[in-house]
């Protein structure tokens, strides 16, 4: 009895000393539990843990006005280690992250170049129902995002509210993509150039998304999406774009691909290059709307026949596939993500 109880007592002592975050083992099995502030913040103090499983299980809230906070000069997690190095220096995000339908709210950044939550995500990397609210991300260099600044790996069902402003490439999610953005949104104000409502630039593939902040900047300033060198497939822009120069209502310029798109965006340009869905285009757009860089009516952006006949997966039918990707309140809201939904 003796023996056992001296046992129990040295367990009540070593557990707490080994435990991480707010729990778990970081394996896919167990992720690690980030539940505060303080979890957070830990987890981008430690590279060595960026190869691992996280789940959100709490709504965080990083006002720097709140008792320890502050405001942050670098991404949160994965941040860029050296300023003067035009490319990022340090070790990406490499594992997966899931927000779990949780949010964090009030993340403030100040610096030079990639900034947002996470600096990169790598190839691996997988970042998935997460929501950033009032996010507030300034830099003075290249590549920011309320989310990403760069991204490499998928981010899945992730949105943003707030501002991204920097001296380069700006998203008001991702800066750049050069990997997958599904099922996400932003309605963040983005400044910058190029710049984009959405990502800032992108080489990668990004569907099923749709942006509706305010984007301005320099030049190559588009709704969703500022520079387009990849794919872009069943997304939508609805804001104020506004530039002197190569300014559209979708995408700025355009040398990949763009199929199923449409743009509602008021569009003003102070010079040349300005287009209702595109600027400039050397690449192909199929089965978007418009002809001649008209926008599309918003009532026509608030009927569900607009989208469904041109091949959009809604909720409640199956002639364009069983995923339920979007439904519409219609005649009153543009479409929506399924997981937007509320009963």
């Keep these: 009895m003796r023996t056992a109880l001296l046992t129990m007592t040295m367990c009540l002592f070593v557990l707490p000393a080994n435990a991480k975050y707010g729990g778990g083992t970081g394996e896919p099995n167990d992720p690690y539990q980030i539940a505060t502030a303080a979890d957070l913040i830990a987890l981008g103090g430690t590279p060595e843990d960026y190869g691992k499983h996280f789940v959100l299980t709490a709504d965080i809230d990083l006002d720097p006005n709140l008792p320890g906070q502050r405001v942050f000069d670098r991404a949160v997690i994965a941040p860029d280690v050296n300023d003067t190095a035009y490319d990022y220096q340090g070790p990406p995000f490499t594992g997966f992250f899931d927000g779990n339908r949780h949010v964090i709210r009030n993340l403030h950044i100040q610096g030079a170049g990639y900034l947002g939550l996470f600096g990169q995500a790598g190839s691996e990397a997988k970042i998935s129902n997460l929501g950033l609210d009032a996010v507030d991300v300034t830099g003075t260099g290249n590549c920011v995002g309320g989310l990403v600044a760069r991204n490499r790996g998928s981010v899945t069902a992730c949105?943003?509210?707030g501002s991204a402003n920097g001296g380069g490439v700006v998203g008001g999610l991702v800066g750049v993509n050069s990997g997958t953005v599904i099922h996400s949104y932003s309605a963040c104000m983005a400044d910058g150039g190029p710049v984009g409502g959405l990502v800032g630039y992108n080489d990668g593939s990004i569907t099923n998304c749709y942006s509706s902040g305010l984007v301005m900047g320099i030049d190559y300033v588009g709704g969703l999406v500022g520079g387009n060198d990849g794919s872009i497939t069943t997304c939508y822009s609805t804001g104020s774009v506004n530039g002197p120069s190569y300014?559209?209502?979708?995408?700025?310029?355009?040398?990949?691909?763009?199929?199923?798109?449409?743009?509602?965006?008021?569009?003003?340009?102070?010079?040349f290059y300005v287009g209702g869905l595109v600027s400039e285009n050397s690449g192909s757009i199929t089965n978007c709307y418009?002809?001649?860089?008209?926008?599309?009516?918003?009532?026509?952006?608030?009927?569900?026949?607009?989208?469904?006949e041109a091949g959009w997966d809604f909720v409640g039918e199956t002639a364009n596939g069983t995923e339920d990707i979007w439904w519409i309140d219609e005649g009153k809201d543009y479409p929506k993500l399924w997981w937007e939904a509320r009963d």
């Design 159 to 161: 949105c943003s509210t």
């Design 247 to 271: 300014v559209g209502g979708l995408v700025s310029y355009n040398s990949g691909s763009i199929t199923t798109c449409y743009s509602t965006a008021s569009v003003t340009g102070q010079a």
């Design 290 to 308: 418009s002809s001649g860089g008209t926008g599309l009516a918003t009532a026509e952006m608030q009927t569900a026949s607009t989208f469904l």
